[in-house]
């Protein structure tokens, strides 16, 4: 420093100011030490955030390749996306490959539909889903049908043999008469595609030929869409003309003559039966004589009531009608899909049904569908006054469906279904009880119509689903916008949070 005299000098230290250069050279040694330390464990932590990000990220990528039937969990109420054990049996039974065209213009694909297909691919190696787009190919539906195809729509296509699956048949539609406007009520996407698939894979559809010439019931749209849905061909038959029920009948049809069958068809029909054949009988109340037609059924054991079938317990009738039946179900083969659960059957103006006395050994007879004890049968309907149980009535309990089987030795065996009444099988009707008595209608010709174990041309009964549950919709831009920040956004936090603690480490 400069003295008074300008000159510089040097001043002297006292003990107590003195620098240790030990303890600095320590301290600088300790801090190199703690830095060390710090930058250590900072590294330590971005190596650690890496690795759970690597990890993520490849997680990601396996659990995408994973079958969609594992990777997601069906959790709506109607099991929308999930197969049944029908489609599981005729996938799991596939020795030929089925491919299925999903004919979609891109982005605008249904999301129901997509996933949907992507179980049936899960489920077989035979199964080949590709999409289609009209935009791009525009003449390849013509390959297989010269109608128009909708958006959405699948072709099932199986060597020569095609089948085209509307969008509009695997959507159900009903009015809803207090909006007046048409809701979709309910998806048929597995049971329109499934038949398709049973469709192309069969080289012989079974053949229901129809009875006609006695003024039969016609049957109605919604009837005939489930017959052909189960892949069974519709054929009529006069017997007048023709020498016997065809060989190649899978199931004879008589569906309510309102005039007699002469004797000759009578026979020709018991004649069929005999040989190991297969009937789907309906009647219904009529005051003309029919000794023919009642003679085929009475050649199995059974007969109808007189009159019309009333109830006399409220459980078992709606609308304050004691006509329109709500009979119980009973256990067996061709209920097994409507009595285990809390389904109805509903069914009008029906006859009981009686089982003979002294019917051959080899006959049986079992109840389908039955009254309550408290039923009767009106007999005088001409001069009824009342649908309260008056004295000549018959007392119930009565059957108003049966089935009926004959075991003809080596392996052959009659089948008989018989229903007291046609309204069973009534479109509106039908859809008082959503469709039960379809599906009752779908297990009777499945039962009647089915054949060997290993053929696949058994029939195809998978009711439709009800989209009456309530759904999250999720946008296309919210869609993009959650992939991005699950894929992107929540790693780069992740990132940003570990280098900000090491940081913070870093300056201690």
Request: aromatic share 8%; hydrophobic share 35%; with cysteine.
């Amino acid at each position: 420093m400069k003295n008074s005299k300008g000159k510089f000098s040097i001043k002297k230290l006292s003990p107590k100011k003195r620098i240790n250069i030990k303890n600095i050279i320590n301290n600088i040694k300790e801090k190199r030490t703690q830095n060390k330390k710090i930058l250590r464990h900072g590294s330590y932590s971005i190596g650690i955030t890496a690795v759970v990000v690597a990890i993520v990220v490849v997680l990601n990528l396996v659990v995408q390749e994973l079958p969609s039937n594992i990777r997601e969990i069906d959790l709506s109420s109607e099991k929308l996306y999930t197969i049944g054990d029908q489609t599981k049996d005729v996938l799991d039974n596939l020795d030929k490959d089925v491919e299925l065209y999903l004919i979609a213009q891109e982005g605008t694909e249904n999301s129901d539909i997509q996933r949907l297909l992507e179980r049936y691919e899960d489920r077989s190696s035979h199964i080949k889903v590709e999409q289609k787009d009209p935009a791009v190919y525009p003449t390849f539906t013509q390959q297989y049908t010269s109608d128009s195809v909708n958006n959405n729509s699948v072709i099932v296509v199986c060597g020569d043999k095609s089948r085209v699956v509307n969008y509009s048949d695997m959507y159900e539609t009903s009015i809803n008469y207090q909006t007046y406007t048409q809701e979709t009520t309910a998806f048929d996407g597995e049971g329109q595609i499934t038949s398709a698939i049973n469709y192309v894979i069969s080289e012989d559809m079974p053949i229901l030929y129809t009875l006609e010439g006695h003024d039969e019931v016609s049957m109605g749209t919604a009837m005939t869409e489930t017959i052909q849905k189960a892949n069974i061909e519709i054929q009529s038959l006069n017997l007048l003309t023709q020498e016997s029920v065809p060989d190649d009948a899978a199931c004879l049809l008589i569906f309510s003559p309102s005039k007699d069958l002469s004797e000759d068809e009578a026979n020709k029909v018991i004649d069929y039966l005999e040989k190991g054949g297969k009937a789907l009988i309906l009647s219904d109340y009529t005051e003309e004589d029919m000794p023919n037609f009642q003679s085929v059924l009475e050649n199995y054991g059974v007969q109808t009531v007189d009159g019309i079938v009333m109830e006399g317990d409220t459980n078992h009738y709606i609308s304050q009608n004691p006509y329109y039946l709500l009979p119980n179900i009973e256990s067996g083969d061709v209920t097994s899909g409507l009595s285990s659960g809390s389904r109805y059957v509903l069914m009008a103006l029906a006859q009981g049904i009686q089982k003979m006395d002294n019917i051959r050994d080899s006959l049986n007879i079992e109840s389908i569908l039955t009254t309550s004890d408290s039923a009767y049968s009106k007999t005088d309907l001409e001069n009824m006054q009342t649908m309260e149980k008056e004295s000549g009535d018959i007392d119930g309990p009565f059957d108003l469906g049966v089935s009926i089987t004959e075991d003809l030795g080596g392996d052959t065996e009659t089948k008989i279904v018989y229903f007291a009444t046609s309204t069973i099988f009534d479109d509106t009707i039908d859809s008082y009880v959503s469709g039960a008595n379809y599906e009752l209608l779908f297990s009777a010709l499945s039962w009647l119509c089915q054949t060997d174990e290993d053929s696949n041309t058994s029939a195809i009964s998978i009711p439709s689903k009800s989209l009456d549950t309530s759904s999250l919709t999720i946008s296309a831009a919210d869609v993009s916008f959650w992939s991005i920040f699950v894929t992107a956004v929540i790693p780069v936090c992740i990132l940003l949070a570990g280098f900000g603690i090491w940081m913070k480490r870093r300056k201690q």
